[in-house]
Every structure is written in structure tokens, then in C-alpha cells.
């Protein structure tokens, strides 16, 4: 894409970003490797999974592996969990000064009993003085954009989105993703669109959408129903990061997925060596899916512990499935736009 001559879509302060979808951030998927595929797909920026501060001020070092990204992957945000407004606003300090995201986030979603228990993630929109104090506190630490992507609230008698993304917003927040569920919903009911719409008529600065995403045709109905700027799709990237291409999964070749699992497969191993091929077994899992293979036949593919044996695993199963495994790439992951 020539972006010299395209309109952004959207701004993130001053921040141009090209393109409708957006991957969500989630913790165990959306790290380095994947987020590189679906960026190189087209989502329009990545937020890396969030960072723990109270982990990082205590310099767990899991923490910063988690930073991992390439610099042709900007805009990258970071994305920041925490009851703490103080402790955030340090942590996104230093990651500001040694990692130069472009971006970063405030998760105020997180509905893990022990992460809002403690009042961080949607604890937070329990909160609204927290909420007034991460806002100013973090924009007055960092020089890069701070976006919110929050909840409709705690529970179904307190919807508090518009008031807290108000909030936010007159404390500094650049753009509000909202999921369409409560804490209490987590992810049992199907997510509403409808508030979605209605924040976007309230704020004057970029709505995101997410919920329930699975398919080409969801992402343009939520676009078109709600008017929001980006629709930012989690769970159905897992076996269809190509939806950011505007592609369901039924169009997507077997040899364009063996080539996308083989690069995923290699980077992870490049960029986490330590991890070994575990962290891979999920997206593999979940791109055989719709191939019903023999239990036989997934089960030495998901417990073999060696790259190499899993990388000829992979050969043979997709070459069974009619994949060409030596055609030309079709999308070169090697490098991305800048
Ligand atoms: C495994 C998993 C991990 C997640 N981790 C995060 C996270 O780190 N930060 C965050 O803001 N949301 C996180 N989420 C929530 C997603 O970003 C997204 O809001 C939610 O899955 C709804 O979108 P979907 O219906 O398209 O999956 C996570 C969700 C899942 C399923």
C-alpha cells in the first residue's frame, strides 16, 4: 500500500492508522509472531498483550518479552493492567523511554476474577476517580498517544462505558475500543453492538468495536450498524488470522495456510527459543480444524516436543491435504510495509 497518497482511516492523536480491523490483544495469543502475520494481513496497528505493572515495577522478566515486537510492525501500543495510576504512569514511563511503543493502552476489560478482583482491568470501571487519575497521570508521563478499551461496565444495572469513556477522554485518551459485554457476562452472552453505536455518536474522538467478530460479513455489519471507526476482532484471528485480509476462512488455500503455520512455526522458535514448539500447538490446532483429521493423525502433530519433526509432521499432513508445500510464497512474511 502506498501510503504517501492514502487517506488514513483514522487518527490516534497524531498517529495515522490505515485500515478497519484490528486484532485484540490477548494474553497467550497475540504475541510477536502472530501479531507480525496479521499485521502483514492487514490489521491496521497491533497492542501487544497486556503488561502486568505490578509485575514489571517488580521486574518479573516475563514482562518484557511480552514488549518483543519489530519495528516495522509500528504502530505498536502497549497495552497496560493495573490498579495503581502511580505505578502505571512510571511503568509506561520507562517502557516509553526503552521500548518506543507508539501507542499505549489502558486495559480496563479484563474480567479474570483475580486481575478485577483486585480493582485492575474491569475492575477499574468500578473506579471512576481511578479512571480519572490513570488517564492523567499516564498522559502526563508518556508522549505518545493513551487509548482506553473498556467494557460496558461492571454489570447489566451499570452500564457506565459513556460516562467513563467521557472521562477518559477529557483526561487525555486518544480513541475508546469497546467490548460489547459486562464483567459479569464475561463471555457467556452474545456481545451488544448497539452501545457500540451509541458511544460513537458521544465521543469526539475514534471508537473501536469488538465482540463476537467471526466473520468478513460481522466486521462490515458492525461497521455499518454502529458507525464505529475499526472493528478489532480476538478469538476468531486465532483460526482465521487471513479475516484481515477481508477473507473467511473457507476461501483461504491450503497452501497459503501451510506457508503461514510453517512461518509462524519458525518465528516463534527465532524470536522464544526457550518456548520450544508448545506456544505453537494452539493456532496449529485451530488451522487443521476445519479438515477433520483422524485423531491419529493430529495427535503426534500437537505432543511432538522437536521442531524438526513437527515441520515434517506439518509437511506431510498439508501435503495430504493438497497443499503445493514448494509453490512461491503467497504472502512474503519476510518483510512488512513500514
Ligand atoms: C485468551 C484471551 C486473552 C485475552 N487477553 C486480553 C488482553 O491481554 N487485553 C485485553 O484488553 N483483552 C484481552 N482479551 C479480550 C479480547 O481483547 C477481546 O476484547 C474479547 O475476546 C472480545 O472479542 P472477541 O469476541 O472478538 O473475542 C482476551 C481474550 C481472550 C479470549
Known amino acids: 500500500m502506498d501510503k504517501?497518497?492514502?487517506?488514513?482511516?483514522l487518527m490516534i492523536g497524531d498517529i495515522p492508522i490505515y485500515g478497519q480491523l484490528i486484532l485484540a490483544p490477548m494474553d497467550g495469543l497475540s504475541d510477536?509472531?502472530?501479531?507480525?502475520?496479521?499485521?502483514?494481513?492487514?490489521?491496521?496497528?497491533?497492542?501487544?498483550?497486556?503488561?502486568?505493572?505490578?509485575?514489571?515495577?517488580n521486574q518479573k522478566s516475563y514482562e518484557k518479552k511480552r514488549l518483543l515486537y519489530r519495528d516495522s510492525e509500528r504502530p505498536f501500543s502497549v497495552q497496560l493492567l493495573d490498579n495503581d495510576a502511580v505505578r502505571m504512569a512510571e511503568c509506561a514511563a520507562r517502557i516509553e523511554?526503552?521500548?518506543?511503543?507508539?501507542?499505549?493502552?489502558?486495559?480496563?476489560?479484563?474480567?479474570?476474577k483475580s486481575v478485577c478482583?483486585?480493582?485492575?482491568?474491569?475492575?477499574?470501571?468500578?473506579?471512576?476517580?481511578?479512571?480519572?487519575?490513570?488517564?492523567?497521570?499516564?498522559?502526563?508521563?508518556?508522549s505518545v498517544p493513551v487509548t482506553?478499551?473498556?467494557?460496558?461496565?461492571?454489570?447489566?444495572?451499570?452500564?457506565?462505558f459513556i460516562e467513563l469513556s467521557e472521562l477518559a477522554v477529557e483526561n487525555g485518551a486518544k480513541l475508546v475500543a469497546l467490548h460489547g459485554r459486562t464483567q459479569k457476562n464475561s463471555f457467556n452472552k452474545p456481545a451488544r453492538w448497539a452501545p457500540i453505536g451509541e458511544l460513537k455518536r458521544r465521543l469526539n474522538v475514534p471508537v473501536v468495536g469488538n465482540g463476537d467478530v467471526k466473520t468478513v460479513a460481522d466486521a462490515r455489519q458492525m461497521l455499518n450498524e454502529t458507525g464505529c471507526d475499526a472493528a478489532m476482532v480476538g478469538r476468531a484471528a486465532k483460526a482465521n488470522p487471513w479475516i484481515f485480509s477481508w477473507r473467511d476462512r473457507a476461501e483461504v488455500s491450503v497452501t497459503e495456510v501451510y506457508q503461514t503455520a510453517r512461518f509462524q512455526l519458525k518465528d516463534m522458535l527465532r524470536l522464544q527459543p526457550e518456548r520450544g514448539v508448545m506456544p505453537?500447538?494452539?493456532?496449529?490446532?485451530?488451522?487443521?480444524?476445519?479438515?477433520?483429521?483422524?485423531?491419529?493423525?493430529?495427535?503426534?502433530?500437537?505432543?511432538?516436543?522437536?521442531?524438526?519433526?513437527?515441520?515434517?509432521?506439518?509437511?506431510?499432513?498439508?501435503?495430504?491435504?493438497?497443499?503445493?508445500?514448494?509453490?512461491?510464497?503467497?504472502?512474503?512474511?519476510?518483510?512488512?510495509?513500514?
Open 97 to 112: 523511554e526503552e521500548f518506543h511503543p507508539d501507542m499505549i493502552d489502558i486495559n480496563m476489560g479484563c474480567s479474570a
Open 117 to 142: 478482583g483486585r480493582g485492575a482491568g474491569v475492575g477499574v470501571m468500578r473506579n471512576p476517580q481511578l479512571v480519572r487519575d490513570i488517564f492523567r497521570l499516564v498522559t502526563q508521563a508518556v
Open 148 to 160: 482506553a478499551k473498556m467494557r460496558l461496565g461492571w454489570d447489566e444495572t451499570n452500564h457506565n
Open 4 to 9: 504517501a497518497t492514502k487517506t488514513p482511516t
Open 280 to 338: 505453537f500447538r494452539k493456532y496449529l490446532k485451530a488451522y487443521l480444524d476445519p479438515y477433520d483429521l483422524p485423531r491419529p493423525q493430529m495427535k503426534p502433530l500437537l505432543t511432538t516436543d522437536d521442531p524438526d519433526i513437527l515441520l515434517g509432521l506439518m509437511n506431510e499432513t498439508f501435503l495430504s491435504l493438497g497443499a503445493l508445500v514448494d509453490a512461491p510464497l503467497i504472502i512474503d512474511y519476510s518483510e512488512i510495509y513500514r
Open 32 to 57: 510477536a509472531s502472530f501479531r507480525w502475520i496479521t499485521r502483514k494481513l492487514g490489521s491496521a496497528y497491533s497492542v501487544s498483550e497486556f503488561i502486568n505493572t505490578l509485575d514489571y515495577a
